[in-house]
């Protein structure tokens, strides 16, 4: 049964599309709408199966709930992922037809850009549709919000670094940072500027060669990045590469990064991590800047105060350390419950009205 199936059924709505002429097919999947309307991007990538789509879907759409909660803005959770190679199979068509299925939802789910979506396919769905954010600023949006997204990974590896070397200063440190795209590369700005001696890993050879000669980094050339001599491991490509092939192997002192849903198993990874006195800064409350972004976009934007609710997330994340430490819980843990508790007081609140 499909519903059995579900790796998290706490889902409220999931909506597959589909179209012939297009070539679409995509899932939208909606897991909490009890802070307001799920905001979430889209994700554009050629999954091995359909089941490997829907458990992303699922998995991404969960984690925006709570990266919304925790960040403390109004929308709820969801995303959307489009099965195909956004290099070859992303065409004007497809981005519109994608956009009417949005529209559908009549602003129950807005999306915005993930992986394999530029600016210019949100202006595309801008065309049929309101329910979109991360537009260009000629439309009247902000951009893409990645370097918003790369400031708070930046500030909540300070804030990781303070709590576990005693100082947040990066200069010196050792970090590797997987996955070199939108995020990375902004955040290896950030990096060198401070004096970091940056490593980079990616796929893409191309990019390694240019992000190398303009930030001067180092490639990472070893046969195991798990295995890398490092302080601070930066995952800033896809997820889960904490998993239980890797998680044994990290030498580095603290876990940074800006991909999203980081642990394979949140809680058996976050726990292995734990353990071995690698300190985990959760995923979705460092990489909140995107959201932050976004979501301003949606009402008011106002640039410096985005950027001082980003650069927030330093102070949010030494409270998740605090409080994990207190309640003797995983870091991951304590993030969760945190935004749990958000939303149940919220849910009681809405049952009132
Ligand atoms: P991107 O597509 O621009 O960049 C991803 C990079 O990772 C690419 O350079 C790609 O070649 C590389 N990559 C892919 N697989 C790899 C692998 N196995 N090993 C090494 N490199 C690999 O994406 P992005 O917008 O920079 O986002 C990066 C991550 O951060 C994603 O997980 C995304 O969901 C998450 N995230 C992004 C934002 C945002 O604002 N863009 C916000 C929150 C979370």
């Known amino acids: 049964p499909v519903f059995g199936q579900l790796s998290f059924n706490d889902h409220e709505q999931i909506v597959f599309c589909n179209d012939k002429d297009t070539g679409l097919k995509a899932i939208i999947g909606i897991h909490n709408s009890v802070m307001g309307p ?60 994608f ?22 396919d949100m202006d595309l769905v801008r065309d049929v549709t309101p329910y979109v954010t991360g537009i260009s600023e000629e439309r009247g949006g902000a951009g893409n919000p990645s370097p918003v997204t790369a400031f708070g990974v930046y500030m909540g590896m300070k804030a990781a670094a303070k ?5 947040d200063k990066l200069e010196g440190k050792k970090i590797l940072v997987q996955g070199i795209g939108h995020v990375g590369e902004t955040l290896v700005d950030y990096l060198t500027k401070e004096g970091a001696q940056v490593i980079i890993a990616d796929i893409n050879e191309e990019r390694l060669n ?64 734990q353990e071995r006195g690698i300190l985990y800064a959760p995923d979705f409350l460092i990489n909140a800047g995107g959201i ?23 102070n949010t994340t030494l409270e998740i350390f605090d409080y994990a430490i207190a309640k003797g819980i995983t870091t991951h843990q304590a993030a969760l419950t945190i935004a749990q508790n958000r939303i149940d007081l919220r849910k009681i609140e809405n049952s009132k009205k």
């Not at 195991?224 to 239980?244: E, F, K, R, S």
């Not at 934007?301 to 997330?313: L, S, V, W």
């Open 38 to 97: 799920a905001l979430g991007g889209t994700r554009m990538f050629n999954y091995a199966t359909e089941w490997d789509a829907l458990n992303d879907v699922l998995r991404l759409s969960r984690g925006m709930t709570y990266k919304a909660a925790i960040t403390g803005l109004n929308i709820g959770g969801g995303k959307a992922v489009i099965m195909g190679d956004a290099k070859t199979q992303k065409t004007p068509e497809l981005m519109r037809k």
């Open 99 to 120: 956009g009417e299925f949005v529209h559908s939802l009549s602003g129950r789910y807005i999306t915005a850009e993930d992986v394999g979506m530029e600016t210019s």
């Open 163 to 167: 709590q576990k070397f005693g100082s």
């Open 210 to 273: 240019e992000v190398a000669a303009k930030y001067n980094a180092q490639i990472f050339r070893g046969d195991d990045l798990y295995n890398a001599d490092v302080d601070i491991y930066a995952p800033c490509a896809m997820g889960a590469t904490i998993n239980d092939a890797t998680v044994n192997k990290i030498k580095a002192k603290v876990i940074a990064g800006a991909a999203n849903n980081q642990l394979a198993n949140e809680d058996t990874h976050g726990l292995i991590l």
């Open 292 to 314: 932050i972004n976004v979501y301003a976009e949606l009402a008011h934007y106002d640039k410096a105060e985005i950027m001082r609710k980003t650069e927030n997330i330093y």
